[in-house]
Protein backbone atom coordinates (compact mmCIF):
# COMPACT_ATOMS: atom_id res chain seq x y z
CA UNK A 1 0.00 0.00 0.00
CA UNK A 2 1.84 3.22 -1.28
CA UNK A 3 -0.04 5.28 0.74
CA UNK A 4 -0.95 8.74 -0.43
CA UNK A 5 1.55 9.91 -3.56
CA UNK A 6 1.84 13.41 -3.99
CA UNK A 7 4.49 14.86 -7.14
CA UNK A 8 6.60 16.95 -7.59
CA UNK A 9 7.77 17.12 -3.79
CA UNK A 10 9.32 20.52 -4.60
CA UNK A 11 8.10 22.88 -7.20
CA UNK A 12 9.75 26.09 -8.35
CA UNK A 13 7.90 28.80 -10.41
CA UNK A 14 7.98 32.06 -11.42
CA UNK A 15 5.39 34.72 -10.88
CA UNK A 16 3.31 34.64 -14.36
CA UNK A 17 3.76 30.92 -14.74
CA UNK A 18 1.22 27.77 -14.00
CA UNK A 19 1.64 25.02 -11.25
CA UNK A 20 -0.17 21.82 -11.60
CA UNK A 21 0.20 19.57 -8.68
CA UNK A 22 -0.79 15.79 -8.47
CA UNK A 23 -2.37 13.67 -5.79
CA UNK A 24 -2.61 9.86 -6.79
CA UNK A 25 -5.14 8.60 -3.75
CA UNK A 26 -4.49 5.75 -1.51
CA UNK A 27 -5.58 2.38 -3.58
CA UNK A 28 -9.60 2.13 -2.52
CA UNK A 29 -9.80 5.71 -1.77
CA UNK A 30 -12.09 7.83 -3.90
CA UNK A 31 -12.22 11.16 -1.56
CA UNK A 32 -9.80 13.58 -2.06
CA UNK A 33 -9.07 16.98 -0.22
CA UNK A 34 -6.78 19.45 -0.83
CA UNK A 35 -5.54 21.48 1.91
CA UNK A 36 -2.72 24.66 1.51
CA UNK A 37 -0.19 24.96 4.88
CA UNK A 38 1.61 28.74 4.85
CA UNK A 39 5.07 28.41 7.34
CA UNK A 40 4.55 28.70 10.64
CA UNK A 41 0.42 27.89 9.99
CA UNK A 42 -2.23 25.22 10.09
CA UNK A 43 -3.78 23.70 7.28
CA UNK A 44 -6.31 25.30 6.08
CA UNK A 45 -8.78 23.16 3.52
CA UNK A 46 -9.09 24.38 0.14
CA UNK A 47 -11.21 21.65 -1.97
CA UNK A 48 -13.30 18.37 -1.50
CA UNK A 49 -13.50 16.14 -4.44
CA UNK A 50 -14.76 13.06 -5.57
CA UNK A 51 -14.50 11.12 -9.03
CA UNK A 52 -15.45 13.41 -11.52
CA UNK A 53 -17.32 15.70 -8.90
CA UNK A 54 -16.42 18.91 -6.54
CA UNK A 55 -18.34 18.48 -3.33
CA UNK A 56 -17.00 21.66 -1.73
CA UNK A 57 -14.59 24.26 -2.76
CA UNK A 58 -15.31 26.78 0.27
CA UNK A 59 -11.72 27.14 0.65
CA UNK A 60 -10.63 27.46 -2.96
CA UNK A 61 -9.57 31.61 -3.54
CA UNK A 62 -12.41 32.27 -6.57
CA UNK A 63 -9.17 33.10 -8.85
CA UNK A 64 -6.99 31.48 -10.71
CA UNK A 65 -7.43 27.93 -8.41
CA UNK A 66 -8.85 25.11 -9.73
CA UNK A 67 -9.08 21.37 -8.52
CA UNK A 68 -10.13 18.71 -10.62
CA UNK A 69 -10.59 14.56 -10.03
CA UNK A 70 -11.09 13.26 -13.51
CA UNK A 71 -12.44 9.24 -13.61
CA UNK A 72 -8.57 8.15 -14.50
CA UNK A 73 -5.43 9.71 -12.72
CA UNK A 74 -4.68 11.43 -10.22
CA UNK A 75 -6.38 14.85 -8.87
CA UNK A 76 -4.96 17.51 -10.15
CA UNK A 77 -4.75 21.31 -7.87
CA UNK A 78 -4.18 23.88 -10.50
CA UNK A 79 -2.52 27.66 -9.68
CA UNK A 80 -2.68 29.93 -12.96
CA UNK A 81 -0.43 33.19 -13.09
CA UNK A 82 1.12 32.15 -9.47
CA UNK A 83 2.31 34.84 -7.24
CA UNK A 84 4.68 34.95 -4.53
CA UNK A 85 1.28 34.74 -2.23
CA UNK A 86 0.86 31.50 -3.15
CA UNK A 87 4.34 30.07 -1.99
CA UNK A 88 3.43 27.16 0.46
CA UNK A 89 3.14 23.46 1.25
CA UNK A 90 -0.14 21.97 -0.51
CA UNK A 91 -1.50 18.58 1.50
CA UNK A 92 -3.69 16.22 0.16
CA UNK A 93 -5.46 13.64 1.70
CA UNK A 94 -7.69 11.07 0.80
CA UNK A 95 -10.63 8.44 2.63
CA UNK A 96 -12.64 5.94 1.31
CA UNK A 97 -15.78 7.64 2.50
CA UNK A 98 -15.52 10.40 3.58
CA UNK A 99 -16.17 12.20 6.85
CA UNK A 100 -13.24 10.90 9.24
CA UNK A 101 -12.45 7.28 8.43
CA UNK A 102 -9.35 6.17 7.09
CA UNK A 103 -8.12 10.03 6.62
CA UNK A 104 -4.64 10.27 5.59
CA UNK A 105 -2.48 12.66 4.35
CA UNK A 106 0.48 12.44 1.56
CA UNK A 107 3.63 14.51 2.53
CA UNK A 108 2.63 17.46 0.29
CA UNK A 109 4.32 19.58 -2.49
CA UNK A 110 6.12 22.61 -1.49
CA UNK A 111 5.92 25.57 -4.03
CA UNK A 112 8.22 28.53 -4.15
CA UNK A 113 7.51 31.27 -6.26
CA UNK A 114 10.36 33.37 -7.50
CA UNK B 1 -16.34 31.49 11.30
CA UNK B 2 -16.05 28.11 13.16
CA UNK B 3 -12.35 28.41 14.94
CA UNK B 4 -9.96 26.21 16.64
CA UNK B 5 -7.45 27.94 18.40
CA UNK B 6 -4.50 25.65 19.83
CA UNK B 7 -1.77 26.98 22.45
CA UNK B 8 1.11 27.07 23.23
CA UNK B 9 2.62 28.10 20.11
CA UNK B 10 5.88 26.01 20.80
CA UNK B 11 6.79 23.49 23.90
CA UNK B 12 10.21 22.65 25.40
CA UNK B 13 10.25 19.88 27.30
CA UNK B 14 12.66 17.39 29.21
CA UNK B 15 13.13 14.27 27.99
CA UNK B 16 10.84 11.96 30.20
CA UNK B 17 8.62 14.53 31.44
CA UNK B 18 4.68 15.61 30.48
CA UNK B 19 3.72 17.62 27.24
CA UNK B 20 0.80 19.93 27.10
CA UNK B 21 -0.97 21.14 24.57
CA UNK B 22 -4.41 22.60 24.77
CA UNK B 23 -7.34 23.29 22.08
CA UNK B 24 -9.98 25.40 22.56
CA UNK B 25 -12.89 25.48 19.74
CA UNK B 26 -15.95 28.24 18.89
CA UNK B 27 -18.24 25.99 17.96
CA UNK B 28 -20.38 23.29 19.35
CA UNK B 29 -21.18 21.87 15.86
CA UNK B 30 -17.72 19.36 15.87
CA UNK B 31 -18.38 15.39 16.66
CA UNK B 32 -14.51 14.22 16.00
CA UNK B 33 -11.51 15.76 17.40
CA UNK B 34 -8.20 14.37 15.98
CA UNK B 35 -4.37 15.17 17.19
CA UNK B 36 -1.62 15.30 14.07
CA UNK B 37 2.08 14.84 14.39
CA UNK B 38 3.95 16.37 11.20
CA UNK B 39 7.65 15.93 11.14
CA UNK B 40 9.83 18.17 8.60
CA UNK B 41 9.13 18.07 5.36
CA UNK B 42 6.57 15.07 5.87
CA UNK B 43 2.95 15.24 6.05
CA UNK B 44 0.52 15.48 8.67
CA UNK B 45 -0.30 11.77 10.47
CA UNK B 46 -2.92 10.84 12.58
CA UNK B 47 -1.95 10.37 16.47
CA UNK B 48 -4.99 10.00 18.73
CA UNK B 49 -9.05 11.20 18.15
CA UNK B 50 -11.52 11.40 20.20
CA UNK B 51 -15.36 11.85 20.00
CA UNK B 52 -17.50 14.51 22.05
CA UNK B 53 -19.20 11.15 24.13
CA UNK B 54 -15.98 10.73 25.67
CA UNK B 55 -14.07 12.83 27.94
CA UNK B 56 -10.55 10.75 28.11
CA UNK B 57 -8.85 8.64 25.53
CA UNK B 58 -5.68 7.07 26.12
CA UNK B 59 -3.31 4.83 23.64
CA UNK B 60 -0.08 4.23 24.86
CA UNK B 61 2.04 7.28 25.81
CA UNK B 62 -0.73 9.81 24.52
CA UNK B 63 -4.31 10.90 26.13
CA UNK B 64 -6.55 13.26 24.71
CA UNK B 65 -8.77 14.84 27.55
CA UNK B 66 -12.11 16.51 26.74
CA UNK B 67 -14.12 18.77 28.18
CA UNK B 68 -17.33 19.24 26.21
CA UNK B 69 -19.10 22.59 28.26
CA UNK B 70 -15.76 24.28 28.42
CA UNK B 71 -15.31 23.31 24.51
CA UNK B 72 -11.42 22.42 25.21
CA UNK B 73 -9.93 19.43 24.59
CA UNK B 74 -5.95 19.08 25.19
CA UNK B 75 -3.21 16.33 24.45
CA UNK B 76 -1.13 15.01 26.75
CA UNK B 77 2.44 12.80 26.47
CA UNK B 78 3.39 11.14 29.07
CA UNK B 79 7.67 10.07 29.32
CA UNK B 80 8.50 12.49 26.50
CA UNK B 81 11.09 11.13 24.24
CA UNK B 82 13.24 12.90 21.84
CA UNK B 83 11.81 11.73 18.60
CA UNK B 84 8.11 12.96 19.95
CA UNK B 85 9.76 16.42 19.16
CA UNK B 86 7.27 17.70 16.27
CA UNK B 87 4.79 19.77 15.29
CA UNK B 88 1.81 18.92 16.66
CA UNK B 89 -1.86 19.53 14.75
CA UNK B 90 -5.43 19.87 17.15
CA UNK B 91 -8.16 20.01 14.58
CA UNK B 92 -11.95 19.17 14.51
CA UNK B 93 -14.36 17.69 11.79
CA UNK B 94 -17.91 19.67 11.66
CA UNK B 95 -21.17 17.59 12.13
CA UNK B 96 -22.38 16.05 9.19
CA UNK B 97 -19.42 17.20 7.47
CA UNK B 98 -17.75 14.92 4.85
CA UNK B 99 -13.88 15.64 5.54
CA UNK B 100 -13.34 19.26 6.00
CA UNK B 101 -11.23 19.04 8.83
CA UNK B 102 -10.66 22.90 10.97
CA UNK B 103 -6.49 23.17 12.19
CA UNK B 104 -5.39 24.61 15.14
CA UNK B 105 -2.37 26.75 14.12
CA UNK B 106 -0.16 24.14 15.38
CA UNK B 107 2.42 23.26 18.86
CA UNK B 108 6.14 23.00 18.09
CA UNK B 109 7.52 20.34 20.61
CA UNK B 110 10.63 20.08 21.38
CA UNK B 111 11.98 17.56 23.97
CA UNK B 112 15.60 18.16 25.07
CA UNK B 113 17.56 14.45 26.00
Known amino acids: NAGVMQNPRHLVRRRGQEARLRCSPM?????VYWYRQLPEEGLKFMVY????????ESGMPKERFSAEFPKEGPSILRIQQVVRGDSAAYFC????????????FGSGTRLTVV | QQQVKQSPQSLIVQKGGISIINCAYE??????FPWYQQFPGKGPALLIA?????SEKKEGRFTISFNKSAKQFSLHIMDSQPGDSATYFC????????????FGQGTTLQVKP
Open chain 1, 49 to 56: LQKENIID
Open chain 2, 91 to 102: AALPIGNTGKLI
Open chain 1, 27 to 31: KGHSH
Open chain 2, 27 to 32: NTAFDY
Open chain 2, 50 to 54: IRPDV
Open chain 1, 93 to 104: ASSPLGGDSGYT
